[in-house]
């Protein structure tokens, strides 16, 4: 049998700061993600992080949460079982699990290896392939099912950043935001990365436009491939690149992330006269402390006091029918490829 395993980030399982702590520590504490020495990541994380993060991060979680919890965990489970629906035909159970936190990885595939399965599709809920989400969400996962009892076959679906599906449930999203405010810009906001990772990909950064078509690395850029989700999603929407705008946001710390970013965008955007904007966060596919807490409340904030006069932000595709099918369309062609 084969089952099928949806893999996101995370979330803490409270908006109070210890719970928040016990998640940044997880999180924060993967090489994969912080990106240095193991001493140097463990005295930036607990001398400096640690001390200061939770608290701050609990109040932005604390003005986004539920009364059911986290909007991400609301609607991963909302997506996992209206997939398992779809999926109920060919028989291929669905499991959610986070990559830190809960739903733990290891009891998710122990559901699934106890349903029966023997190949189990992954698919990590990040529509760009980067190293520090899908690269260590797969990595977490092969671990996991190395400790199972029972031997099973991964196959692993590593992007789907111009799914026509998802771009299709993206559009369909935005557009309703879009003609309501009838917005007179678009912009497109990508969670960002350190500049140093995307570098690490041969010829990545190497010139101005290296993102504008494929190259060698491209299967491997978050970068490019974000830009190439913009290029379908703006002709799914019928906007010309005159309309839109694509920046990058979530930067921390000090040193260089990729740009240009998204709060430093809404300067140049206002300077221009531009006074609708709409904006659209592709690079998630549930809405989320960095859609809800960081666009709608503190980007639309900063726009109105720039002298914008109307911001709307799109939802995600969340589980949105049209997403719901696209992502049981990639499980099915996946459990369709050669045995391994």
């Known amino acids: 049998m084969t089952g099928a395993l949806l893999v996101n980030l995370g979330t803490p399982d409270s908006p109070e700061p210890a719970a928040v702590?016990?998640?940044?520590?997880?999180?924060?504490?993967?090489?994969?993600?912080?990106?240095?020495p193991a001493p140097i990541r463990w005295l930036l994380l607990h001398g400096v992080i640690l001390r200061i993060r939770p608290k701050k991060s609990a109040h932005a979680y604390a003005q986004i949460w539920q009364p059911e919890g986290s909007p991400l965990l609301i609607h991963g489970r909302a997506l996992s079982a209206a997939v398992g629906e779809s999926l109920g035909a060919d028989a291929i159970p669905v499991e959610l699990a986070m990559r830190y936190g809960r739903p733990p990885v290891p009891a998710a595939l122990r559901r699934l290896v106890d349903a029966g399965a023997r190949r189990i599709i992954v698919l990590p809920l990040f529509p760009q392939y980067s190293e520090a989400a899908t690269g260590?969400?797969?990595?977490?996962?092969?671990?996991?099912a190395a400790e199972l009892d029972t031997p099973v076959e991964l196959v692993e679906i590593t992007s789907f950043h111009s799914e026509p599906?998802?771009?299709?449930?993206?559009?369909?999203?935005?557009?309703?935001?879009?003609?309501?405010?009838?917005?007179?810009?678009?912009?497109?906001?990508?969670?960002?990365?350190?500049?140093s990772q995307v570098r690490k990909n041969p010829g990545c950064l190497s010139t101005a436009n290296c993102c504008d078509a494929p190259g060698p690395s491209f299967p491997r850029c978050y970068r490019a491939q974000c830009f190439a989700t913009s290029r379908a999603l703006l002709a799914q929407l019928g906007l010309g690149p005159e309309r839109c705008t694509i920046a990058f946001q979530s930067r921390v710390g000090l040193n260089k992330w990729i740009g240009p970013y998204t709060d430093e965008v809404l300067t140049e955007l206002r300077s221009r006269g531009i006074e609708r904007l709409a904006v659209v966060c592709p690079a998630f596919v549930a809405d989320c402390l960095e859609t809800l807490e960081e666009i709608d409340l503190r980007?639309?904030?900063?726009?109105?006091?720039?002298?914008?006069?109307?911001?709307?932000?799109?939802?995600?595709?969340?589980?949105?029918?049209?997403?719901?099918?696209?992502?049981?369309?990639?499980?099915?062609?996946?459990?369709?490829?050669?045995?391994?």
């Open 21 to 36: 702590r016990r998640y940044l520590e997880a999180f924060l504490s993967d090489p994969l993600v912080l990106t240095m």
């Open 136 to 144: 260590s969400a797969l990595a977490h996962v092969r671990r996991c």
């Open 165 to 195: 599906g998802f771009i299709e449930a993206a559009a369909a999203a935005a557009r309703p935001v879009i003609d309501a405010i009838a917005a007179e810009h678009v912009l497109l906001s990508f969670h960002g990365l350190p500049d």
């Open 299 to 340: 980007l639309r904030a900063q726009w109105l006091a720039l002298g914008g006069r109307a911001f709307a932000l799109a939802p995600c595709v969340n589980a949105d029918p049209a997403w719901v099918d696209a992502a049981a369309g990639l499980i099915r062609r996946a459990a369709d490829s050669p045995r391994g």
